[in-house]
């Protein structure tokens, strides 16, 4: 077995599963994580080591941190892949919500990046994988509060690339567009909380009937795929700055350079089509 380590967020199903899969392949010594404990005991049974890890809790990350350097003596990679998508229109998400979605999305990578360097900076070598979402690059209605988060991971990379890459540390970011996984369970579960505003009724149809762009859609990729782009990031001696995985991926990011008030007419159009 190679003593390459990785440790990899939002284990529990999805990109982050497959990812722990495709590390093992490698024959990296894999450190899965999720919430929930149980979420993971396939993934110990296959040969990773398995931890509980809240990215919100500080002392959670600190204590996971500390025991991958106890008992690997290094992080050769940092997988950042646990988040989950506050839908809705902007107007009725609340506070509490948006601080919640940043709290996970933004301020979790940020707290186990923080904990790494330290160890990577000392090695001068490593790699921050970033998954972040098309979402990034392009802010749809009814995901305002997402897109927000992940364009933040998006700028944050960008001057974490920049800070890091002297110090013999790289920086990737992971851009999928539509996902074989649960992704969509939790983004209904969330638009089910919020007091709805009437004007809004056509955003609502539209997050509810993502059947094209959604993750049982036929352009959604399967989480394998994204896991590949991680990998490479991981294992490339001078990984690029951003991986683009899938078409409808590509083509999105393709949408982001239109002008904006182009873009802004077809996101009418297709809510007129929606009303």
Known sequence: MSNRTVLITGCSSGIGRATAYAFLDEEWRVYATARDPADVEQLGEAGCETGTLDVTDPDDVERVVDRV????????????????????????????????????????????????????????????????????????????????????????????????????????????????????????????????????????????????????GPFAVHPAAVAEAVVEASVSPDPEPRYVVGRVAQLLVYAGYLPDPVRDRVFEAVRRFAG
């Open 69 to 216: 350097v106890e008992e690997a003596g290094r992080v050769d990679a940092l997988v950042n892949n646990a988040g989950y998508g506050q839908h809705g229109p902007l107007e009725d998400v609340d506070d509490d919500r948006l601080r919640r979605q940043f709290d996970v999305n933004l301020f979790g990578p940020h707290r186990l990046v923080r904990a790494v360097l330290p160890h990577m900076r000392a090695r001068e070598d490593g790699t921050i994988v970033n998954v972040s979402s098309v979402a990034g690059r392009l802010a749809a209605p009814g995901m305002g509060a997402y897109a927000a988060s992940k364009h933040a991971v998006e700028g944050y990379s960008d001057a974490l690339r920049l800070e890091v890459a002297p110090l013999g540390v790289d920086v990737s970011v992971v851009q999928p567009g539509p996902v074989e996984t649960s992704f969509r369970d939790r983004v209904g579960d969330e638009l089910d909380r919020l007091d709805r505003t009437d004007a809004y009724a056509d955003i609502y149809d539209l997050q509810e009937d993502a059947s094209l762009l959604g993750g049982d």
